[in-house]
């Protein structure tokens, strides 16, 4: 299993919209940045997501999503209506993925970039660093865990 983190806005899709649905696959689309769509064609069913809220009023690690479908083309690069519409985007040659994901945990607390960026542990993940932090990034099982730990703080 590997492990990821992906940012989402929560007034769009949260983690308690995750819980409030629990056994509901959500499908995640919308990136539309060529290393985080890398990413997200390697990820696997099975494989956990550290849902970050971003763009609120409480950013931070909120819960743990579970990916269960791989990557498919995102449906919303073909329609002219949708904000995430790609002209350059064919049926027969997709640019950009969806993943689905359903529910695992809610945090007990939003778990705050300057509480993550304490964490020796994290010292190399591109979440606490300066510069471009993508919406999808892989996370060491040490990342994983030592994010999982502050929940008990």
Known sequence: ??????????????????AHEPQRDFMWDGVRNYQARNFMRTMQPGDHVV???????HIGAAGIVQVTRAAYPDPEQFNPESAYYDPKSSPT??????????????????IPLTELKT?????DCALVRKGNRLSVMPLSVNEYKAILSTTNR
Do not use: Q
């Not at 492990?3 to 949260?14: A, N, Q, V, Y």
């Open 51 to 57: 849902l970050y809220h971003s763009s609120c009023k």
């Open 1 to 18: 299993m590997n492990h990821w983190l992906m940012k989402t806005e929560p007034d769009e899709l949260g983690i308690d919209d995750f």
């Open 93 to 110: 040659e997709p640019r950009w993925d969806a993943v689905d994901l359903r529910f695992v945990d809610k945090f007990s607390r939003i």
């Open 119 to 123: 964490l020796s542990e994290l010292a």
